[in-house]
Each structure stands twice: as C-alpha cells, then as structure tokens.
C-alpha cells in the first residue's frame, strides 16, 4: 500500500533488493511473527507503522522517505512496476532532484489517500477486459516481448492456469497458452541469438520464446512453480474425474431410464472405487525417455535466502529459514569461517574454507539446554569487530559462534528457544535408544553375512569412537566431510545404524517440528478406525521378514503394525503402498517404533517422495531416468536390453521400492541404506549400475530377456565389495543437478502419459455409457477441464457448472432455477461437486436422447428421493425445461399454465395433488399432448 512519505526507520535492518537513480526497494532481515511473540518484545519497538512491513520503497532523497509498504515481494512489485510506468518517464527530463523529489512527495502523498487495493483491481480490471476468461485472476504482468519472425512487444499476464500474452501492436493477435499444455519451461536465448535473457516454453503443439525480461530469474522461477502445480492437478485429475456416481451416492443420474445409453444392460468394466491406473510393469525399457519435485502447495514469490537449505541440511522441506548471517564457529580455538542459518526449530552453520575438509552443524533447538554471551573466547584473528562470543550449551557439547552483529544474533536464538520452552517441545533426548537388532541365526547365514562381519563390526566400532571422540556424536555431531562420507561408506556399526539413520534421513529432525507426543496421540486417535489402508496392512504383516523372530512373536508384528496404520493416517495421500511393510520391518530391527515412524516418514516424504503414492509416480519416473543414465554410462547393456527388450521396470521397480533389501545379502544392503541415507538416492541409481556393470559380460551373452532377468536376479553373482566399489564411483559421475534435471523431465512426461491414459480410458468407457462420439466426447473433455482448470479440482462446483453452461446449456441461460435443479440432481451428495461422468451421461440424455428420455430427465431433476412426485408448479418447471430443449426457445406463461392444469385434469388429480412420473408419461408420452404443445408453439413462432 502506498504510505503517506515519511522518514525511513533506521532501527530496522534492510536488504536492497531493486534500485534505481531515484527510489529503491528494501526487504527487512526480521524474525517471522507467526508464533514468535516473545521474540519481538526483545526488538526494540518500531516507531512508525513501515517498519511492520518486510517490503517497502524508499525515496533517495536526503530524508529517505518511505512511500510504499507491502507484505510480500508480489505486492511490492506491483507497486514498483507502477513507478516504473507512470513517474519514472514524468522525472527523466528535470534537471533539478530537489524539483523531482518534491513532485513525488506530492503526488505519493496523493496516492497514500487512495484505496490500497486500487492497483490490484486495476490489474484484474485491465485483465477481465483483455481475456475472457472466467473465474482466472492476474498473479502478475511482466513487460517483454515474443520472439516469432519479427520481436512482438507486449504484456505477459500470468495466472495460476494461463500464460497470457497481449502484445501492443493491434496487428498482432492476442492469445493464451493453457498451462496444462505446456511440456517444459526453460530459460534460453531467443531466435537469432538476439537476447540471452529469454524463456523459452514448449507446449504440445508448438514453442514460444519470451524475451526482454527486466528480472529473468524472477519470472522463470514463478512460471515454474505454477507448472508445477498445474502437473499436481493433472495428477489428482487421474484419480478424481470418474465415470458415473459411485453406487449408494444419490446422484439421480443413476436412476435415469436405461434406454438413455446405447446399450441397456451395460455396467462399467471399473469396480465401485476403482479408479484407472497405470501399471508401471508394463512399461519397457526401450518406451522410456525423461522426473520428480514435490510440487509447492503455496505459490512464494519470493525467492528463499538460502534456496537449498533444506537440502543442505537434511531438514523438512516445511522447515521455514528465518535468517542466515555471515559467522565464524570456534572449534579447539581456531575459527572457521562460514554461514550461521537460523530456522524456526534448528540452529545450523556451515564452514567455508579453503581446506581439504569442511563441517557442518546442525542444532535443534530442543537440544539446546542453554544460550550464553561471553568475551573471554574470542578469536584474536577474527574479522568481526564484535568481542562477543555466543555459545549455545546442548547435551553433549558447547558450539560457540561469532557474528558481526551479537546482540541481534543473540536476541533471535534466544528468542525461538524461549518460545519453544513455552509450547512445551523441550524434551529430554532420548536419540541414542536402541534394541537388538540382528539375531544370531541371521548372523551365521552366510547367504546374507559373511564369515567376517564380526570382525568388520569390531574394527568399524574403533573408528566410529575414534570420530566421536573428536567430533561428538548423534544429533550433536559435527560433520567433517569427506572424512565422515568415507566412513559411513565403510559401514556403521549395527548399534549405532538405529541413531545414524534417524539422523542422516532427516527423520530426527522431523520430528523436532511436532509437539511432543505427536505418533502416540496418531495411535490413540484412530485406534477405532478402519481404512482401505489398515486392510492392506494387515494382509501384509506375515510377509515381512517372516524367518526373523522378531516378526515370529506378536510384539513384532505389533510394533509392524502401528507403525505402519500411524503413517497411514499421518499421510492419507500415501496410505499404504506394498513394500512399505518390507521397509519398516527392517527398520524396527534397529530403532524404537517412534523413531521408525519418523525415519518411514522422511522416506516418503523428503527422501524419495512420490515413490509410494497410489500412480508410484516417482518409482515409474525414476525407472526412466535410470534408464536414461543406462544409455549414457553403459551403452551396450543398454542396447542389448533393447535388442531383447527387458523391460527395465521389472527389475527396476523393486530396488527402488524395497531399497535393495531382498535383491542383495543383508550385510550389502545394510551398507547401502547407510551411504542411502546420508547421500541421497543417487545411491540407488549407482547401486542400480553398478549391478549391470558387475554383471555386463553375463547381460550381454544371454539371448533372450528371461535369461537376462535371471542373471541379475541371482544374489550369488554379486560380490558386495565389488559393487560398492562400483556403485561409488557413479556416484561421482552423475551430480545432484543432473539427477534433479532429468527427474524433472521425466516427472512431466510421466503425468502427461498418466493424464492421457486416464482421458481416454475414461472416454472409451463413456462411448459405450453415451451416444455421444469420440470426437464429441474428446471436444466435451477440454472444454470440462478448460473450466476446472483453474479450481484446482477436476469437478465442477456451482459458479463453475454455471460457466459452463454459458456454452453447452445456452437454451437454460436465463433460468438459474433449472441450472440449481440440474446440479442438485447430479452432483456428488459427499463432495457437492459434479464429475465429468455424470455430466457426459446428462448430456447424452439431454442431446441424444429421444422425447421420452429427455422428458423423465427433465422430470427427475425436479424431484427428489423423498418426494418423486410432482405438484403442478414443479410439473411446469419440468415442462418449460423440457421445451427450452426442444425448441430452443421459452414458452408463454399463459399457455404452459394451461397446459399444465389440462395434463391434471386429464390425470385426474385434485387441486394440490401431485401427478407421478409414470400417470405423467401416460398423459403425455402416450397421448399426443406434448407432440400437440411443441407444434402449437411452432405455429406461434411461424
């Protein structure tokens, strides 16, 4: 909002994020205040209201006068746009800044008085104009130009479902690019090599570049996030657009004539809930070509200080950074240069030197039992100019940290820990639980331990204490890199794998995010519940690790068992996916059932997430790309895979969703999901190579698939040093930015085939439901989610089914009160929504049914299951409907009224009484009345 000018607060501390000669915009480095309220009483308290804003514009006149306050980077923006626009090119010719300065403070004092919301109804007023398109409202509009034989200049509107360009010569047409259209989204250089700074969008028919971008990166950025989201709704589409109202729901569509379909006694193929899937198994190796990001639910306009330091830490992808702060760590009195991040619920620092070897801290806030100032350790050789020293006491060790700005550091940590002693999430830490784990028998099956592994666990345990010794251990650990890399690569000790894998997996710090609590309470809350999700499970229970006795006796299979049903309920979305038991079952061999809940949910959640979701979208993804790296790394087992055709998904599917366990000895498999959980899942792909690789003489001598599937099945070709000496060295050659890409592209594909397997199943089994075409139905499918696109959901609510309508029910344009009794009738009693099933099996009735059909329809609307007979208001509403359809016009009240009270009389009902459906039909079907009233209103017409 624009602010009356007013001298800039200097108490607050501000970033510039634009400038230019005459005004900049500034974003405060601050505490959030959600939830922080103790925080900000240690601040010093704002003496005008801008300092309450993180965003504001700021005159470079001597005073510095702010003239423009905002929340978020999108409402400044539109601020500074207009700047640009309307007083930028008034200022340019003076010669004098006092007289320009003068004239902004004028006019932005006028504008201070005006409606705040005037810029953003001017938007959305100048887009409601330019496109038609309902229910869309403006994010934004970027100047720019489109690169197509000649540069058209113009305006880009940008939507959450449309890209929408205007350009500014009235030669050139204007147009919309759907987002569910668009294949990639890429930043390039224009036709010609004329401008660097273009993004370039391809969609299924054709590609633009867009150029001439004052901020590229901001643009693209955006435009990526809402792709993303659009992939989302495509996603969700395959699984909510159904064929028909599921059985017992009410939709009075059910109930119409039979005679309305082509064939009478026909019943979908798909059982009640069944729902269309993809079956990854059946895709071959030689159909695949390009993979996952977890879509943001929330458009962020603004860009994270730190865009990877969740990653960078291994902290949920929900954890909120606050601040990072240049900051020097002392460590054995020497310090160490790097960066200080603080986040809602963590404290984390990061070195940046020049040696060999860098660390990394990572701090919740729940462990810290202390937070003190002292000027007795400080560094003599530091930086900083400060003399204070901020030391944070945890369980195990003291961190202390030096910062150029102390008290500000300070006040902020100290402030989150205080606020998070009053919410009661300080607890004791309990990390280091433990159980046994491996049980003798295991242990002496050399199928899946060698004779040695004793040994091995003695020599690592040496070198584990030596590393703890010096660098502390579990969640107060420093990790020293690449030393703690090569040793977790060697192996972890099996008591520490429990502690380790909660820690390196981010589930520890998961669940520092929740109240205390938190898998107890899932428990307890649905412990009298059922689901689809819980019935699976139980089938499951006796297939994991059956010959363990752990899993022999009930408290095994019980631990199992509420672990899994709590993440059920905790991520409805996931649920329950086969192999999940699989997982959880080996670790419950190393950690308590709360720690294993958390470690599960870091799983599916942050590590590898979509892999178990209902489509397996994320394992079907990650199949391609480990197809695509095949190609790449090792070309003749790719090759001989197509000239066989392997489908790679056969063997591929179950090392991704099982992690290994059961394709490999358990000793190997361990030692995977330690680098696994540490790494990320590049260790999946590398260990997925390396197998081929260790195995490419024998792939290649066999000459069908069924011997290649069999070679590589076999555990006993496989020596497990070999292959992780293998597997480390694709680790190295395939970095995190490729990995991301080719998920990227891959994940875009994947929905995309996902989304037309789900059309045109779905249009094939309403072919046989309706009398409509394939090219009718194919028209009638885009034009459905041209409308939903921008909901969000593939239904229709009311506003939504009234757009629509505009263009399919034009004859019912002007009486909402047979469009309310049209949707009423077949929409989803449990959501209020109607599918794009039940509205095809309306229309088919409604344009291709005969007069006897399209009058019982007509009819039904206007009843209901309590009352399925009709006074004779009802009956008139049943009527005038019924002619709009035939005729395309209305009716004259006068004569419809007469009409009706004959159709009574001859019916022979009483004033008040209600004629039922089938006495209406012999009335009117049987006799010619209704015939003898559409010819009357013909005559009338003529």
Known sequence: MWVSPQQIDNSCKWEIIISNEYFETLKKIRIPQLKLSKIMTLFKAPTIEPCNSDFQIVMKNQERFVIAIADSLEGISIHWRWIEQNILPLVEHSSKDEDIFLFC???????????????????????????????????????????????????????KSFLCFNPVSSNDSKFTIPMQDIV?????TSHFGVSNNAIRILTKQQEFFFASFKKRDRVCELLEQLFQQSLERALEATDLIRVGSPKGSGSYISKLSPQSTNNSNHVSDLEEGEQLDIPPNLIKASEIEVASLTVPKVIKREKSLASNFNSLFRLPSNESLVFEIPC???????????????SLNFVCFRSHTNRRSEFSVILAFREIQKIVKDKTSVDPNSVFDSDETIILVAKRRRYCFLTGEPEFVFKSIYGLWEERLIEGQIQPDNFNMGIECICAELLNDRRNFSANYAEQQRYQRKLWKAYSDRYGSGSCMLEVNPELRDLIRAGIPDELRGNLWQYFSGAFAKSCTVPNGYYQNLLTRFSMQESTATHEIEKDLGRSFPDHPFY????????????????????????????????CALFL??????????????LCEEIVPDHYTKHLIGSIVDQRVLNQLLSQHLPAVY???????????????????????????????????????????????????????????????????????DIVRDRNNIQSNKLLNAAFKFVEKIPASQLQELRLAHRIQVIREAEDFAKWGK????????????????????RFMSVVGSSGKPALEFPLFCNLCGDIFSFWHDRKDILVAFFAAIKNPQTNLIDFGDLVIALSCIYKGTLAERFE?????????????????????????????????????????????????????KTGGKISLEDAKKEIIDKPLLDELLRMRQTVES
């Open 105 to 159: 403070q004028i006019k932005f004092e006028v504008l201070s008085r005006l409606d705040p919301s005037d810029l953003e109804v001017e938007l959305q007023h100048t887009f409601t104009m330019l496109f038609d398109i309902p229910n869309e409202k403006p994010i934004d509009v970027f100047d720019c130009s489109l690169w197509k034989k000649y540069n058209r200049f113009g305006q880009l509107f940008v939507t």
């Open 184 to 188: 990639t989204i890429s930043k390039a």
């Open 328 to 342: 020097s760590m002392l460590l054995r009195s020497t310090s160490f240069k790097g960066k200080l991040y603080i």
């Open 552 to 583: 022999q006796s009930e408290a095994g299979i019980q631990s199992l068992r509420s672990v899994l049903t709590a993440y059920s309920w905790r991520n409805e979305k996931v649920g329950y996916c086969q192999s999940l038991n699989i997982v």
């Open 589 to 602: 061999l190393f950690m308590s059932q709360q720690s294993a809940f958390w470690t599960l949910s870091a």
């Open 639 to 709: 090759k001989h895979f197509e000239v066989v055709q392997v489908p790679l998904g056969m063997l591929a599917q179950p090392w991704f969703l099982c992690l290994f366990i059961g394709s490999l000895p358990m000793e190997t498999t361990l030692n995977i999901l330690d680098c696994f959980f540490y790494e990320g899942s590049v260790i999946i792909f590398s260990v997925a190579l390396g197998i081929l690789k260790l195995l490419s003489d024998l792939i290649l001598a066999q000459q069908d698939a069924e011997g290649v599937i």
């Open 763 to 782: 249009l094939r089994e309403l072919q046989e439901l309706t009398k409509f075409s394939e090219e009718e139905l194919d028209l009638l499918y885009l």
């Open 857 to 909: 329809f007509c009819f039904k609307i206007n009843s209901t299951i309590e009352n399925p007979n009709l006074d004779q208001g009802d009956f008139y509403k049943t009527l005038d409907a019924l002619i709009r359809i035939e005729t395309k016009t209305d009716i004259t009240a006068i004569r419809l009224n007469h009409f009706v009270t004959m159709v009574f009389e001859k019916a022979e009902l």
